[in-house]
Nanobody
């Protein structure tokens, strides 16, 4: 069965960095587009970034462009999100998700990892 397991969250100070990982199993990772989506306390889901299948193109929300970098290691079936220059408004639970293409809906979600940025 499909599993997406996020890790790497934690508490960091304003301006700090974290790298999130998402270990994938149960599907052919390289054939799927992958996304990071976050949910801040009391708010709805916000798409953060996506990467196309293979060694694909990357996409970012305006709120994180220039600070976050999405990448994937298809040999390790792992998705990453390098987050730099973190701000308190980046505080959220971060989820990874798979979808067949960039334009299609999410098929599976991970359980999420908490990121808290203190000022």
């Amino acid at each position: 069965q499909v599993q997406l397991v996020e890790s790497g969250g934690g508490l960091v100070q304003l301006g700090g960095s974290l790298r999130l990982s998402c270990a994938a199993s149960g599907f052919t990772f390289s054939l799927y587009a992958m996304s990071w989506v976050r949910q801040a306390p009391g708010k709805g889901l916000e798409w953060v970034s996506a990467i196309n299948r293979g060694e694909g193109d990357t996409y970012y929300a305006d709120s994180v462009k220039g600070r976050f970098t999405i990448s994937r290691d298809n040999a390790k079936n792992t998705l990453y999100l390098q987050m730099n220059s973190l701000k308190p408004e980046d505080t959220a639970v971060y989820y990874c998700a798979n979808h067949w293409t960039i334009a299609t809906t999410v098929e599976h979600w991970g359980q999420g990892t908490q990121v808290t940025v203190s000022s």
